[in-house]
């Protein structure tokens, strides 16, 4: 089952069409059929069929062939268009620092695992192996998340470098679907556990 988070990055592309486009030049045609393909290789695998491309995008499917000549390249363009990491640093910077801290650790864990599941997901639907393309650390995200945090350091038990590599790692672990299968954590709950871990609040509780 495709997960919400994984589709998350293509909310604004158009489910469905019932009728053919209108003429558009070369390079606005292919990026309008690049933009359907991520979604359906998430949903239906390498399984998915120019016939099911065309009709998404809303054209013929000689205009599929036209475009980019076979289905491998148009697979190849989506992915490549899936990897670009530029999507994610604009949602992250959209976090309003001024929110509290809950919240803010809440979307930085949510936009990640939206990227991880999408990525792992292209990762097998395309075949790919080896590591996956842009989760390195010096992709300057542990940076960007830092400046998220920026205002949050007095409450922080930990450097804020050291905070946002466990929020990554801890979003990237818990998008890896057979790990987290058996039991499934939701947003909510890995972001209590980020701030408060698993031990109980002894003071609290007496």
């Known amino acids: 089952m495709v997960s919400e988070r994984s589709l998350h990055y293509a909310e604004a ?3 469905t069409k019932t009728h053919r486009a209108k003429p558009l030049p070369v390079e606005d045609r292919r990026e309008a059929i690049v933009d359907v393909v991520v979604p359906l290789l998430l949903e239906f695998g390498s399984e998915v069929t120019t016939r099911q491309i065309a009709e998404r995008a809303g ?3 000689g205009t599929l062939f036209r475009a980019f000549g076979d289905k491998d390249s148009i697979i190849r363009a989506a992915v490549e268009r899936f990897m670009d990491p530029l999507p994610l640093r604009a949602m992250l910077r959209s976090i309003d620092t001024d929110l509290p801290l809950e919240q803010k650790v809440h979307d930085i864990v949510f936009h990640l695992r939206a990227r991880f599941e999408g990525v792992i997901g292209i990762m097998a639907a395309s075949g790919m192996t080896g590591r996956p393309p842009g989760l390195d650390v010096r992709s300057g995200f542990a940076e960007l998340l830092a400046e998220v945090l920026a205002d949050e350091i007095p409450r922080l038990r930990i450097d804020v470098t050291h905070a946002t590599h466990f929020i990554r790692l801890v979003a990237f672990a818990s998008s890896i679907g057979h790990l ?27």
């Open 59 to 61: 054209v013929a499917e």
């Open 13 to 15: 592309v158009p489910t």
């Open 180 to 206: 987290n299968r058996a039991a499934p954590f939701t947003t909510d709950e890995l972001t209590d556990l980020i701030l408060h871990g698993i031990a109980a609040n002894r003071e609290k509780d007496a």
